[in-house]
């Protein structure tokens, strides 16, 4: 008895290790409120990319990479070229290049022509009909050029009036063949063959090769494996009958994980939620008298049983795995199928259960589990539903698996390629290659079964993989040419300074040798690739400036909270759980301001709040109905003129704004620990010390401190956005990173910091004011923090910066215009501005910016590398300066940890939903609804979707991110051997890696296991005068280009 | 000239713009020419500035001459003298329709200035403007219309546009399944509707309104038609706006509804379709006032759905279903109020549901940001207090209502296992019948289909087997 209950333990202990095992599959966005940007294949890194990308298209029903079309238009476009995939299709062959394969060459050709031409396919049906109906036998494809189209009929024509009609060569044994190529002649006419014209050949020609070719594949066996039968009964069920046993699942699961996953949206909180969702749902459906849906008849006799026996979910879901006849071996795979068949709401689950941290109603451990038992008794019922109705089965379930497995058994000669699939791929290929009809016809069924074979073994998810890593590789190749190119020249024009610019000579050399004059001012980004352009423009309108990049949360990793705002947020990057607590509170003299302020909001608010809920009530909604024609008045002014009604909001709004001047609660003393209350807030002077210290020493910034040194942190703001949060700074887990840059500024300006400083060996001059600064990258508005206490001495420095940036936030927009549809191309930079201020105004807009579309690599190293060089916005930035590491590449293995994994994060999330918006992103925008507070839904009731929008993507080119790194192989090595997450990235090619040496212009690149030198394949790189002589006029892709305007401040290491 | 030519030039221009629009919209698609973003843009914000001018100016007329029924009259369509049938086309302006005419125009401009934005590079965009077009002709119709012909003709536009947009997104399996719902919940209302009209046609020999419901302007009129009469006909449309608007046993369909583009939705099923069914039985209250009977029905029907679609609304976790069935709540509110004859202040109430509707779908996705501003603002987390009846109501009842509400009254479940499933069982039986009946006239099996298995190559089978 004893021994029973150990081994059900045991076995229940299994079965839960099999679930938690399974529920790694499931998508691992959390609330949509604090979006992180994330590898959406995470669960399969240990596997190379291409691996499980083939691997997780399976298991997901979705697309590995973009559709062989969309790479041919990148062939016309020339982003992707013959040369790449040549020299890829080698590499990819290796030895078995050379195969040859009688008169077609080698396998290399074979697969370079299948590449070069489009090769199109359809269902057996179609096909039929293009040959009998369309002129598919009577012209050649479009795509054969004029000289191979000649060559091929000519060849014909010789062939049958030489040996076919003259008999001069023996011809082939199969009569069925011969009797049918005869009469094809007849039919054309023989009495007259010598005065068939031109257009006569050629259709002759077509019809002799599609007849030759659909004669030849016809009865190649096929080397097909069949495909397992599908581990769900329901997959059989709908195959067999078309009734899909999921959708009233589904649609009860939706409506229940709905309520019981809320935040707080429904006025009504789903009864019994404490007590877990299994125990929930038992509670609300146990009791007779409920849901008359036929399908779930007796379903409250199931669940009032399981409580009267106190059946606890494990075991329930073990019994519904033995009544639904699942073996044990089976299990598991039909776990995994089970969770993704609602994977959104059961990620969901799994997230709110392993990170309750990140939300306000947490579920508790274990949801998962129970969230599976209910689906499952539900399946139950469902599947015995539909095959009652569908199959007329009455008997137990268990049989059902067996029954139904019988009933799709296929039938014999239906095969998944039809032979006129398969006629037709030759036939296409026989066209582009102009194959000789002699041949054809001399050949014999093994050599036809060859052929096929050689085709069907390049199919078209490889054929696809070959097109993207061409795709990638020209642009890697074009990536790291620009960067050495960039960097020859800087060394040229640095040993002939006849050549530079006037006012480059006056503004020296920044590597701190004493020859150089301070810069005017220095400005510090997140590494983010959209604050690329900004600093290029900054740049170019100041040459006397300098800019750095780094992560957003500038090392102050806390929990703010603002002055009008509920809660603490936390803002660092999301591996990261903060333990300080800073708040923003007024100054003395306006307290009284903000009591009063913070009392009219909270009665706006309750009132605001109570008319939400008003008009969604019985009584309520009448006396805010009959009130309700007021309401046309902002509607029609939201939506026509967004820009304005923003500004008279904003004026009127200003009244309960808070109060003009407020400050950081940052300082605590030493003696108290880290925590949410008043005197435990902020950091301890010796904190702080470290936080600047490491920051500073981070970018490289040790010496030749500007006057005045601004950082930004950076947030996007935009309506009618659920999404809104994946546009913020990554860095601060979704958040808005001003804050941080406020904090990091005040700690930097602390004279007893400074002092700290002084004795670690970091001199900040009393002379430099550090200020804290916000760049909403949706509008290009920049805020600044604390400006009360500038000192009076900085004030023209100020004035003088604020002048550039404000010209470099009007530039910034224009060059983000050229992206966007409905800003005309004629656009001046300050109609730019006015137009992205609308934008993100705007209720109608979808697009309020693009986000990180379009990233694609990432730069670790000093600013000297790539200034200048027009990045086109794709550039994640981060600053590193390799003479202030030490020989363990400790400041460098702590950028990377952090940059990689996130850098690659937003990369791969890009990649899979720009390659399939609809599978692994979140569809459309347009029919988006937002679900308990969490997440968004497609129309009225759908699974929760994951991922990124069509209209997000919709710019972006999937791409793995590639990493250019400013220190030696070795360093970089020695970093991948301590770190095994960026070792695995690496390896498994998540992700590219090249080195930059710090002393030239060598460049080492990551391949097969080992760092290769690299060769620059090209001598060439654009120089413009400024950023805009390049982008003007242009919405595609560009190129890399040298700017001039930004080139006065020469590399340090010259 | 003198005001009649005014009135009957303005009124053209109010149902000829949209018409207009459709036929531009409809003649490009037919012949496969995609206009550009801008010009489709311009093209609906010019036809729906010009309709709403010339109503404006028609109200202001009205107004100017104190007149309250201006009759537009464009003839004779069709006449089939035997039958003594013929299909008029008349046009009314009254207290009833310039104020939902108006409103037409209004919403449907701003949501068209809206959906140029929105559905910017949407593929369907065509599609969109199309069916736009043709709901925006088929409101104007509906409520101008002086005939009950007319009405139906417009009735049928709005159903057939409605339903098309709610099955936008054709590649998924959701949204068509839903559109087939709306369209199915429709085609039930459409019957009664139709019904009524040849009945009332029958009893009054012609489908004018004056006729109908007596010449003097709504909503004074006084139909002759005796009480039993008007409860047989007075069902019969009770029936159509039920189906129309939503109210029990139909209302399942009014969330199933926002599966098209957000702004898509809010016209349609928050502003203008889901009123229509209130409108027509504003449009007939003559024949209302008649039947005391009547009334109570429609008074208990409007209270059930507003009562049903309360407490649904009240345990909805996603923003847009939440906002159907508030709509619906209020849409029997105002049957209600229709059915106690309250005909001013239901319209008053039709008016400012509609506008306030529209922008909380609009703006429906930026439900997040609310939320954290409106938590700001007061501080804390929002709360919900439980009112004082949900505390009193005893906790095994609680659990019941919360259960009746979390799967919307079962009326879906009612409607599709005890309504459709015993019509859908009948046929097959036929249908069984049938086969045994021609497999013994042929001696065999009589019918190649039956051994094809549903899949995608079924066609090809299909062909093999022929």
């Known amino acids: ?1054 | 000239m003198d005001y009649n030519t005014i009135f009957t030039v303005l009124g053209i221009c109010v149902v000829a713009a949209p018409a207009v629009l459709v036929a531009a919209m409809g003649l490009m698609a037919l012949l496969d020419r995609s206009p550009s973003e801008a010009a489709m843009g311009q093209l609906t914000q010019a036809a729906v500035v010009t309709g709403l001018l010339a109503a404006m100016a028609i109200l202001g007329l009205m107004l100017l001459l104190d007149t309250r029924h201006v009759p537009i009259e464009l003839g004779n369509w069709v006449i089939i003298p035997e039958q003594h049938f013929h299909f008029k086309l008349k046009f009314v302006f009254d207290r009833l329709s310039v104020p939902f005419v108006i409103l037409s125009y209004l919403l449907c401009g701003t949501v068209g200035a809206f959906s140029h934005v929105y559905l910017l590079r949407e593929p369907g965009r065509m599609r969109f403007f199309l069916l736009y077009a043709l709901f925006l002709l088929g409101m104007i119709v509906t409520s101008l219309s002086g005939t009950i012909e007319t009405l139906f003709f417009g009735w049928e536009l709005v159903g057939l546009s409605s339903a098309l947009l709610v099955a936008f997104f054709q590649d998924r399996a959701a949204p068509a399944r839903n559109g087939q719902w709306v369209w199915t919940v429709y085609r039930v209302a459409d019957a009664a509707f139709l019904v009524a009209a040849l009945t009332m046609h029958h009893l009054t020999g012609g489908g004018e309104f004056d006729k109908l419901m007596g010449a003097g302007p709504w909503p004074e009129g006084q139909a002759a038609l005796t009480p039993n009469q008007a409860l047989f006909v007075g069902a019969l449309l009770l029936v159509a706006a039920a189906g129309k608007s939503g109210l029990v046993p139909f209302t399942g369909w009014l969330p199933r509804a926002m599966e098209g583009p957000t702004p898509s939705s809010a016209i349609f099923y928050g502003a203008l379709s889901v009123h229509l069914g209130a409108f027509l039985l504003l449009r007939v209250s003559p024949i209302l006032k008649l039947s005391p009977l009547l009334c109570a029905a429609i008074v208990t029907l409007g209270l059930l759905t507003a009562i049903l679609a309360a407490m649904a609304a009240r345990v909805q976790s996603d923003v847009k279903s939440a906002l159907a069935f508030s709509s619906a709540t209020q849409v029997g509110i105002i049957v209600a109020e229709i059915g106690l004859g309250l005909y001013y202040i239901a319209l008053a109430h039709i008016l400012g549901h509609a506008c306030l509707r529209t922008l909380q779908l609009l703006r429906a996705p930026t439900l997040l940001r609310d939320y954290a501003t409106l938590e700001n603002a007061i501080g804390a987390r929002l709360s919900h207090p439980s009112r004082l009846w949900e505390r009193s109501v005893p906790a095994g009842l609680r659990l019941w209502l919360y259960r009746l509400a979390l799967e919307r009254g079962y009326l879906d479940a009612w409607l599709a296992d005890y309504g459709v499933r015993p019509v859908v069982r009948v046929f097959q039986w036929c249908d069984r019948m049938e086969r045994k009946w021609t497999d013994f006239l042929s001696g065999g099996q009589s019918r190649e289909s039956d051994r094809v298995q549903p899949s995608p190559e079924t066609l090809e089978r299909l062909e093999k087997l022929l």
């Open chain 1, 1 to 1054: 008895m004893l021994r029973d209950q150990e081994d059900r333990s045991e076995q229940l202990d299994e079965l839960k290790h099999l679930i938690e095992h399974a529920a790694h599959l499931l998508p691992a966005q959390g609330p949509i409120t604090v979006f992180v940007h994330h590898n959406t294949l995470h669960a399969f890194e240990d596997l190379p990319f291409d691996q499980a990308v083939v691997e997780g298209s399976r298991i997901f029903g979705c697309e590995p990479y973009l559709s062989e079309e969309r790479y041919r238009e990148m062939m016309i476009h020339e982003r992707i070229r013959t040369e790449d995939i040549s020299a890829v299709l080698i590499d990819d062959l290796g030895d078995e290049a050379d195969v040859l394969l009688g008169f077609l060459g080698t396998r290399y050709h074979l697969r370079l022509a299948m590449l070069q031409h489009p090769l199109r396919t359809a269902p057996a049906a179609e096909l039929r009909w293009v040959v009998a109906e369309t002129d598919a036998l009577r012209r050649f494809s479009p795509d054969v050029p004029a000289s191979v189209r000649e060559r091929s009929i000519e060849q014909t024509r010789h062939w049958v009036m030489r040996d076919l009609r003259n008999g001069g060569r023996p011809v082939a044994d199969d009569e069925f063949l011969k009797n049918e190529i005869h009469d094809l002649i007849q039919t054309f006419g023989e009495a007259h063959i010598e005065e068939w014209s031109a257009a006569t050949w050629e259709s002759f020609t077509l019809h002799v090769l599609w007849r030759m070719c659909y004669h030849g594949v016809h009865g190649v066996h096929t080397s097909f494996v069949p495909t397992p039968p599908p581990v769900r009964v329901r997959d059989v069920l709908l195959e067999t009958t078309g009734t899909d046993s999921d959708e009233p699942v589904n649609e009860l699961l939706i409506r229940f994980c709905g309520a019981f996953l809320d935040q707080g949206f429904a006025h009504w909180r789903l009864p019994n939620r404490d007590q877990g969702f299994y125990r929930a749902f038992l509670a609300l459906y146990r009791e007779p008298g409920g849901p008359p849906d036929v399908w779930r008849e007796g379903l409250h006799k199931v669940l009032d049983e399981l409580v009267r026996n106190q059946t606890g979910p494990l075991e329930c879901i073990d019994e519904s795995l033995s009544l639904l006849g699942v073996a044990t071996e089976e299990r598991e795979a039909f776990l995994s199928a089970i969770l993704l068949s609602l994977r959104g709401f059961a990620g969901m689950i799994w997230q709110m259960e392993t990170r309750g941290d990140r939300v306000a109603h947490p579920a508790p451990t274990g949801s998962l589990i129970e969230f599976l038992a209910v689906r499952l008794i539900l399946e139950r019922f469902a599947l015995a539903h539909a095959a009652r109705e569908g199959l007329g089965f009455r008997g137990p379930l268990e049989e059902l698996r067996t029954a139904a497995r019988r009933a799709v058994t296929p039938e014999p000669g239906h095969y998944a390629v039809s032979v006129e699939q398969r006629a037709f791929m030759v036939f296409q290929l026989a066209q582009a290659l102009a194959w000789k009809p002699q041949d054809l016809y001399g050949m014999k069924q093994a050599e036809w079964a060859t052929l096929v074979q050689e085709i069907e073994a390049f199919s078209d998810v490889e054929r696809r993989r070959i097109y993207h890593q061409a795709f990638e590789r020209l642009y890697m190749n074009q990536a790291l040419d620009a960067l050495t190119l960039h960097q020859r020249r800087d060394d040229q024009a640095a040993a002939t300074p006849r050549l530079r610019r006037a006012g480059a000579t006056s503004n020296g050399n920044p590597s701190g040798n004493g020859r150089a004059s301070k810069p005017k001012f220095q400005l510090i980004t997140c590494i983010d690739d959209r604050e690329e352009s900004f600093r290029r423009h900054l740049e170019e309108i100041e040459p006397a400036c300098e800019t750095f990049g780094a992560a957003g949360f500038f090392g102050v990793v806390m929990y703010y909270r603002g002055l009008t705002d509920a809660h603490f947020t936390p803002l660092c990057p999301i591996i990261l759980r903060p333990s300080h607590y800073v708040e923003e509170e007024p100054v003395y003299i306006f307290e009284e301001t903000h009591r009063r302020r913070s009392q009219t909001r909270r009665v706006l608010g309750a009132a605001t709040h109570r008319w939400h809920i008003g008009s969604r009530t019985l009584l309520g909604g009448v006396f805010t109905s009959l009130f309700g024609s007021l309401a046309s008045f902002p509607l029609v002014t939201r939506v026509l003129f967004p820009r304005l009604t923003a500004k008279l909001r904003k004026k009127f709004g200003g009244l309960v704004q808070s109060p003009p001047v407020t400050q950081l609660r940052l300082e605590r003393g030493s003696d108290v620990p880290p925590g949410p209350h008043k005197e435990a807030m902020g950091y301890t002077v010796d904190e702080m010390a470290g936080i600047v210290e490491r920051q500073l020493r981070d970018i490289g910034l040790t010496s030749r401190f500007a006057r005045l040194v601004v950082f930004v942190g950076h947030g996007s703001s935009s309506l009618n956005n659920p999404h809104e949060s994946a546009y913020n700074c990554g860095a601060c887990a979704g958040s808005r990173g001003g804050p941080n840059a406020r904090a990091f500024a005040r700690m930097a300006n602390d004279s007893r910091v400074r002092d700290l400083l002084f004795k670690r060996g970091l001199t900040i001059p009393q002379d430099v004011v550090f200020i804290g600064a916000y760049h909403n990258t949706c509008s290009d508005s920049v805020t600044f923090f604390d400006l009360d206490r500038l000192p009076a001495s900085h004030k023209t420095d100020f004035d003088a910066t604020l002048e550039v940036i404000d010209e470099a936030r009007k530039r910034n927009a224009h060059e983000r215009c050229r992206r966007f549809e409905t800003a005309p191309l004629t656009l001046s930079p300050e109609a730019a501005l006015r137009h992205v201020e609308g934008r993100s105004e705007d209720l109608a807009q979808t697009r309020p910016e693009y986000n990180h579309a379009t990233n694609a690599v990432t730069l670790v190293a000093r600013r000297s590398r790539s200034r200048g060089l027009f990045l086109d916005r794709r550039t994640f930035l981060t600053s590193y300066d390799p003479a202030g590491d030490d020989e363990h590449h400790t400041i460098l293995a702590r950028i990377l940890r952090a940059a990689i994994p996130v850098c690659a994060g937003i990369s791969l999330e890009y990649y899979f939903s720009c390659v399939d918006p609809a599978g692994w992103g979140c569809g459309t925008k347009l029919p988006h609804n937002v679900a308990s507070l969490l997440g968004v839904m497609a129309g009225a009731a759908s699974d929760l979707r994951t991922g990124l929008s069509n209209q997000m993507v919709e710019i972006h080119e999937p791409l793995r991110q590639l990493f250019v790194i400013e220190t030696t192989p070795e360093g970089m090595l020695q970093i991948m051997r301590e770190n095994e997450q960026i070792d695995r990235l690496v390896r498994n090619e998540w992700v590219f890696l090249a080195t930059l040496s710090p002393h030239s212009s060598e460049i080492h690149v990551f391949r097969n296991g080992r760092f290769e030198r690299r060769r620059p394949g090209s001598n060439t790189l654009p120089e413009v005068d400024s950023s805009q002589d390049w982008y003007r006029g242009w919405r595609g892709h560009l190129g890399f280009a040298r700017v001039r305007a930004a080139m006065s401040s020469p590399s340090e290491d010259a």
